[in-house]
């Protein structure tokens, strides 16, 4: 399972059905958002799409590039906007670190995705360049102590002697800042009236099914992918999740976001 190649995939159409909290944390970032609705916009780790397509609703004469490294993805929101927002979007296979634009949008927006990139300064100057003068950043990721439960136990169970072969030498594939980490960051790469906060954003599903299919899907991709075989993965999962069934709420998830929004001067 560990394809290296693969590293920067997702099984987009899970994804997509799953992704309900992200979607509903996105839209409180989309309230944010003041349009004037002839903007040049980048949706940064734009997904399935699910909120691109809320995105241009609010761009009558504007239009938004969607990115993200995930080849899946893309042609899974290229499936999902095209009947809607035809001609009005473009997509595109790409590092945020190293985004292939110089000083051509207007604002980036993006959600659930930045924490998913370990070197923030590299990509806050990356972010910085594709902005033209006065342009802003409105995002959210996770952030702080996101998760950290869930990730205590993933590393005790990691360290077992059944799975410990596989995890020698593994780094968790995020990087969770706090409000303070990241305004200094934003503001080395240039950005003015930097704001940061975090917030709890705690999320109980329904049951252990949906847990397992959840943690499976968002947040244990690149770990699932050292594992041997698939009866392996689906061993690990299981065992999380009967950890979380005794929980006070059961099958809760201890999420904090951290909101970020900036502007680059003009």
Known sequence: MSNPSQAREWNAADYHRISEPQVSWGEKVLARVHLRGDELLMDAGCGTGRLTAQLLQSLPRGRVVGVDL????????????????????LLVAADLQDLPFERVFDGIFSTAAFHWVLDHDRLFRS??????????LQA????????????????????TTKYERYFGGFREPWTFNDAETAAATMRRAGFIEVETSL??????????????EFVRTAILRQHLRLLPDEESGTAFVAA???????????????????????????
């Not at 972010?127 to 802003?136: H, K, T």
């Not at 917030?199 to 397992?212: G, K, M």
Request: glycine share 10%; net charge negative; hydrophobic share 40%.
């Open 199 to 212: 917030e709890a954003a705690p999320t109980i599903l329904e049951d252990l099914l949906q847990y397992s």
């Open 140 to 159: 959210q990721c996770g952030g702080g102590p996101n998760l950290a439960r869930l990730r205590h136990r993933i590393g005790e169970l990691a360290a």
């Open 127 to 136: 972010l910085f360049r594709v902005l033209r003068p006065g342009g802003w």
């Open 70 to 89: 995930s080849q899946n993805m893309l042609a899974a929101a290229q499936d999902y906007l095209s009947p809607d927002f035809g001609g009005k979007f």
């Open 240 to 266: 999380l999740a009967g950890q979380a069934a005794t929980d006070d709420p059961p099958f809760s998830l201890d999420y904090w976001r951290l909101n970020l929004s900036a502007k680059i001067p003009t």
